[in-house]
């Protein structure tokens, strides 16, 4: 993981150091690692600075933590396709002249006398960050860092902005909850120059027609199929197996087919018990392409019939120290370990390729998806305050006027503005303190590629599906976790139940799954957990008072057991952030909480 920092003077005689000062103290709070592990580097005139620090130790192949050209300094994060994208990215005068067109999934940062400059790729999945002093300009990695510079040192809550958080669990803005902090959007370039800031954005593509051929489709899909393999093309030389994250899936699957087709050596793991469907049909997947698979299961008692998870508060610290308030502690946020360059993949916002939101959209009708853009924005309305609610509404306008003009295209573009540039942005937070996972789905020339298809075109599945077979035939027929291809929907169903049908040739029979092998703790708490997390928000309901009404904060508590869990968690992490949980000392309670796993 990288954390950059970049300033600029307002104007002339502004003394930088002792706000350099201040952003060297702040590491320990805004890096989420040991400190001992963290490399630093500088660059410093009179005027500007960049400051840089890395756990990365032993990445080889990286570009430096701070590259240094033409009296300029450059910060990447994440990853580029080779070292010929580092000169371009060096050596062009303005960033947006090169950013379009590059391959990766990256966030850069560049600094120059009295200039800054800095940009996201078109998923934004790299967060740049900026606020403003009376002295100072500040564009950043960690929004808290930013803000902490910004502020002397003090944090001040934008507390209308959590309305979202609380909702969702992630951000359907460029605010943060920090005031004055703004996240920069997705394909967007920074500048500050002269004292003046200035923000171009390039719009997501619009989509094409659908192919009207066979042959049409085909190009199509090969298109996209090549970029995908273009983007996982430099693993191939690394030494090391990639470890892919397979579930039952679509989009793991897809990952598995593409490393297949690439020649690149990996092997897979799963999470869960094993009468879990992801761990049934993993196993099939992975010995249809013969290789290594692995089965973690979670932590159990000894007579197995309950999971022992981290306290609530425990797991609330956790995740605002990593994804500093811009995800729900509901998310099972990676945990830290030392950095390993062991390559990672996952199947995670493959949903980019399958129309974003539209692909858990059931209703299509145009009034169906207006109404989704409405409830995204906003959701439980009845909990939350007339302010909350009127600044949910100013934040949904636009995109419920252009859902009045084309609603698939909305849907498509809210996943990646919002779902991958804010949620997935902050929750790979944890899994970037331990390596760099190389994900495809958030390169740069895959996203373009994967958005100028049809959406509905996309939301039929036809497109992933044609993918698997064509990367690796025959691992389309494996039966997918919950509910078959959309677009084979309809279709006459082979008798019986998946696991009761014999299996072709390539494909290992999965034992049946037990009743209730799906059970997850997240989304059934229990008596026990639900009172935790209800106990921990009600007494801190005058921090919420201006976001959630009191009344309908404690009926939603009154029940034994919560009704919509990912609603509490979230209710829970904005309640330790805004009681100062961090920075902070961790909690003191170290004992896990035991769930009993229902015995149907």
Not at 83 to 99: G, W
Not at 364 to 389: G, H, I, S, Y
Request: charged letters at 25%.
């Amino acid at each position: 993981m990288r954390v950059y920092l970049a300033m600029v003077a307002k104007r002339p005689g502004v003394d930088l150091s002792r706000h350099l000062s201040l952003a060297r103290s702040l590491l320990r709070d805004v890096f989420p690692v040991p400190l001992e592990t963290v490399d630093a580097a500088e660059w410093v005139s009179a005027d500007s600075a960049l400051l840089a620090w890395s756990n990365e130790e032993g990445a080889d192949g990286r570009p430096p933590l701070i590259v240094r050209e033409n009296r300029d300094g450059l910060g990447i994060s994440g990853t580029v396709a080779s070292q010929r994208d580092v000169r371009r990215l060096t050596q062009a005068p303005v960033l947006r002249d090169v950013t379009a067109d590059l391959s990766g999934c990256f966030s850069v940062i560049r600094v120059a006398e009295e200039e800054i400059q800095a940009a996201t790729a078109s998923t934004r999945a790299l967060s740049v960050f900026y606020a403003e002093n009376e002295d100072l300009h500040l564009v950043g990695t960690r929004a808290l860092h930013v803000h902490l510079v910004a502020n002397n040192g003090k944090v001040a809550w934008n507390e209308v902005a959590l309305q979202t958080m609380i909702r969702q669990g992630y951000f359907l803005s460029d605010e943060t909850p920090y005031r004055g902090v703004t996240a920069l959007g997705p394909s967007s370039i920074v500048t500050v120059k002269g004292g003046r800031r200035s923000i171009v954005t390039r719009s997501l593509p619009p989509a094409e027609p659908m192919p009207a051929s066979a042959r049409a489709k085909r190009r199509a899909i090969s298109q996209l199929g090549d970029a995908l393999v273009a983007a996982v093309e430099p693993l191939r030389t690394v030494s090391a197996s990639v470890n892919l994250a397979l579930t039952g899936g679509r989009d793991s699957r897809l990952m598995a087919a593409l490393l297949h087709a690439a020649r690149v050596p990996f092997r897979a793991t799963t999470n869960g018990l094993d009468t879990h469907p992801d761990v049934i049909i993993a196993r099939a997947i992975a010995a249809h392409l013969r290789i290594d698979h692995t089965v973690i299961p979670p932590v159990q008692n000894e007579a197995k019939d309950a999971v022992l998870v981290p306290h609530p508060s425990v797991r609330a610290y956790e995740v605002i120290r990593a994804c500093e308030g811009m995800t729900s502690a509901y998310e099972s946020i990676v945990d830290y370990r030392p950095y390993s360059t062991m390559p990672t993949m996952s199947g995670q916002s493959g949903e980019i390729l399958r129309g974003g939101f539209l692909y858990s959209q059931g209703q299509t009708t145009d009034k169906a998806m207006r109404r989704r853009v409405d409830d995204l924005f906003l959701k439980n309305e009845p909990l939350f305050t007339d302010e909350a609610n009127e600044h949910a509404r100013e934040l949904a306008a636009p995109w419920l006027r252009r859902a009045g003009e084309n609603p698939w295209e909305v849907l498509d573009h809210l996943y990646v503005t919002y779902r991958v540039g804010r949620w997935h942005a902050a929750a790979r937070t944890g899994s970037l303190r331990r390596g760099d996972p190389i994900q495809p789905f958030l390169d740069n020339r895959v996203v373009t590629e994967a958005l100028s298809l049809d959406q509905r075109w996309r939301h039929s599945e036809e497109v992933v599906y044609e993918l698997t077979r064509r990367l690796a035939p025959g691992l389309q027929k494996i039966e997918l976790e919950g509910k078959p291809w959309r677009f084979q929907a309809g279709k006459a169903e082979s008798p019986g139940r998946w696991w009761q049908r014999k299996p072709s040739m390539r494909t290992p029979v999965p034992p049946v799954a037990k009743r209730g092998s799906s059970w997850n703790w997240r989304t059934s708490p229990g008596p026990h957990l639900s009172a935790l997390l209800g106990e921990f928000v009600l007494e801190r309901a005058d921090a919420l008072a201006s976001l959630v009404r009191g009344d309908e904060l404690k009926a939603f508590f009154s029940e034994p057991v919560i009704k919509q869990p990912a609603l509490a968690w979230n209710l829970y992490t904005v309640a330790a952030l805004l009681t100062g949980a961090y920075p902070g000392e961790p909690p003191a309670i170290t004992e896990p909480v035991r769930i009993e796993i229902p015995q149907i």
